[in-house]
């Protein structure tokens, strides 16, 4: 049986356990980790743990038979009582959480050295019936040890987003910093290649055959200087994502023709002859097509520079399904084993000495990789029978929508 | 059937007391959070079960969270409020503030979401209770998720029981973000409903 207010209040603490029964259900409740208090419905309290005890510094004699509002007289009107009316008038069950109830009882711990600490708080209200009687049960669960955790992990979650927002803006700083550098080397060069051209073109009077020759490297090293800027400012556009490509149907053979024409000078340089085998007329791809010359043009100047002094290049178009498979096949050493996994990355070539025989930087491979990868498409390469290697890349046809 | 048919005054009726005990539950919440929060109800269907999964899982591919509270005495069955779960997301960091930038709710922010499914459950609950003039009780509010058709545990409830579907409009902080209330009701306690519904509305 629930005890009667006015009998415990004139009987005190000891008074409140009236049989064996309740006497062990007093102590039980008395054990539990949870701040637990009853309110009959007439608001007075008249149930009121040790841990309650505990945690008000309010001793069970002052508060049992209580009305609750003076008890806690801060918490008049509030929604702590509103609820524990709810419970009592309307048998309604409400929780109070502790994110949206800062500290709803004024309950603290005692830490050893005095100082105190008021106790983080999650409420639930629920209403009891029994005997004919309505009861409204309050219990308190300490969840500061909850509130903790959640702290330290914001803390956390908040560095961890900072440091991922320093990240991007580092490697943003990076690519504009590369990308404003190379657009400045750009600039002076050109403007020496212009002046050693013209120098070197006998326009200024005519050079002594040593002085010829030194103008002749300098051009040339200017030249390898500006397309390596080129090629530079490429991959951090592409790294950025501001590599634009403007995407159309795009006449095959009519840039293979224009590729292999671009190139012809400097596969003469090594005594190749680029050989373009039958593609069906009006085979359309979807591309960009200045891209798609510059992926041509690295691997037709690969396949000149990697093959031996005349023997020709073959270009091969295949079609496959609603893709266009275009090879470049060459008759030279092919690549070493071990470096095949390399290929694609940046700066890498197999033969990285400084006393390599051709030219180029190793970027090539790289940026078409990406680019043919912006296309929908792939770069791959084949070890055919006999010499040398082949080098594809498979694009989409054009569809008419 | 798949749809309760009740009439237009019924269903007007029933609307503008939902609504009412909707704006107080706003009220609540806008002082714990010194916010302005507003709900509505724009729509109630009666439904069978299945018919609710259904329209659930159709109405939302994305999976759905919320808050249930199972009520027992005129009514006995689950009261739940489910929102698609980001949606969840979004208005509890926007009630709380200061928050936690992971991707799924705290163990704090699934409690704060049950208070606030708490209010709004107990307020469409009283007011029903109020309607069928009987006591509902209902038990502490639990944090759920999954699709409509899990939520609703269709195999094993049963297929004879209605389901009041209303719709929420929930508006914070310019934001409209929509949910959905559902209760079970056996059909008797419905037949009551209505029966009760008539006798107000003839009395207004
Ligand atoms: N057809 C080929 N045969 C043999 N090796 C090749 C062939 N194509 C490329 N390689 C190897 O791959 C490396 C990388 O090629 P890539 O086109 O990326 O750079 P590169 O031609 O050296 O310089 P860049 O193209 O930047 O001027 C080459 O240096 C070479 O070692
Ligand atoms: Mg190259």
Redesign the interface.
């Known amino acids: 049986m629930l005890p009667d207010a006015s009998h415990i209040n004139r009987y005190g603490e000891a008074e409140i356990i009236a049989s064996p029964a309740d006497h062990l259900f007093g102590k039980v409740l008395d054990l539990s980790e949870n701040g637990l208090f009853l309110v009959d419905s007439e608001r007075k309290i008249i149930l009121w743990n040790e841990w309650m005890v505990q945690a008000s510094s309010l001793k069970r004699e002052d508060v049992v038979g209580s009305a609750f509002v003076d008890v806690f007289p801060a918490l008049k009107g509030r929604r702590v009582e509103t609820v524990i009316n709810a419970a009592l008038d309307t048998r309604t069950a409400s929780l109070l959480s502790r994110s949206l109830n800062k500290a709803i009882f004024p309950l603290y711990f005692s830490e050893i050295g005095g100082e105190q600490q008021r106790i983080e708080q999650s409420v639930t209200v629920k209403p009891i019936q029994s005997e004919g009687h309505d009861y409204c049960l309050v219990q308190i669960t300490d969840v500061t040890p909850m509130v903790q955790r959640e702290d330290v992990l914001r803390v956390l979650a908040k560095e961890a987003e900072e440091a991922l927002q320093e990240a991007e803006e580092a490697s943003r700083f990076k690519s504009e910093f590369t990308s404003t550098v190379s657009h400045e080397l750009r600039t002076p060069l050109t403007s020496i290649r212009g002046s050693l051209g013209l120098i070197a073109s006998g326009v200024m009077g005519t050079l002594k055959p040593e002085i010829g020759r030194l103008i002749a490297i300098a051009c040339n090293n200017t030249e390898r200087l500006l397309f390596l800027i080129n090629d530079i400012l490429d991959i951090s556009k592409i790294e950025s994502g501001k590599m634009d490509f403007v995407m159309g149907p795009v006449d095959l053979k009519v840039v293979l023709l224009q590729s292999i024409e671009a190139n012809q000078a400097y596969g003469e340089q090594y005594e190749v002859k680029y050989h373009l085998n039958d593609v069906v007329d009006g085979t359309t791809v979807y591309a960009d097509t200045d891209r798609l010359m510059q992926v041509l043009n690295n691997l037709l100047s690969n396949a000149a520079k990697f093959s031996p002094k005349g023997v020709e290049v073959d270009i091969n178009v295949i079609r496959k399904d609603e893709m266009i498979r275009i090879e470049v096949r060459d008759y030279g050493s092919g690549i070493p084993e071990q470096f095949k996994s390399r290929i694609f990355e940046k700066f890498s070539q197999a033969d990285g000495s400084d006393t390599r025989q051709v030219g180029g930087t190793g970027l090539g491979l790289n940026i078409s990789k990406a680019i043919v990868e912006q296309m929908s498409g792939v770069i791959g390469f084949n070890v055919p029978e006999g010499q040398g290697t082949i080098f594809y890349i498979d694009i989409c046809l054009f569809k008419e929508t | 059937m798949g749809m309760l048919e009740i009439t237009d005054l019924q269903r007007d009726y029933i609307t503008e007391v939902l609504n009412i005990s909707m704006g107080s539950a706003a009220a609540?919440l806008s002082e714990?959070?010194d916010e302005e929060v507003s709900l509505s109800v724009p729509e109630v269907d009666f439904l069978q079960r299945s018919v609710a999964a259904n329209k659930f899982d159709q109405a939302n591919a994305a999976r759905m969270s919320g808050v249930t509270?199972a009520m027992t005495?005129a009514l006995t069955g689950d009261a739940l409020l489910m929102f698609p779960e980001e949606k969840t997301l979004s208005i509890v960091r926007i009630?709380?503030g200061?928050?936690?930038?992971?991707e799924s709710l705290?163990?704090?922010?699934q409690?704060?979401m049950?208070?606030?499914g708490?209010?709004i459950l107990?307020s469409v609950?009283?007011s029903v209770?109020d309607l069928l003039k009987k006591?509902i009780?209902?038990?502490?509010?639990r944090f759920i998720k999954g699709t409509g058709n899990e939520l609703f545990s269709v195999e094993t409830g049963d297929e004879d029981d209605l389901v009041m579907f209303l719709k929420v409009d929930f508006g914070l902080e310019s934001q409209s973000i929509n949910g959905y209330v559902t209760l079970m009701l056996n059909v008797d306690s419905l037949h009551d409903f209505i029966s009760q519904l008539d006798e107000q509305i003839s009395a207004a």
């Open positions: 609540v714990m959070v509270q005495g009630l709380l200061d928050t936690v930038p992971v705290t163990e704090m922010e409690e704060a049950c208070e606030i708490n209010i107990n609950v009283s209770a006591e009780v209902s038990s502490l509010p």
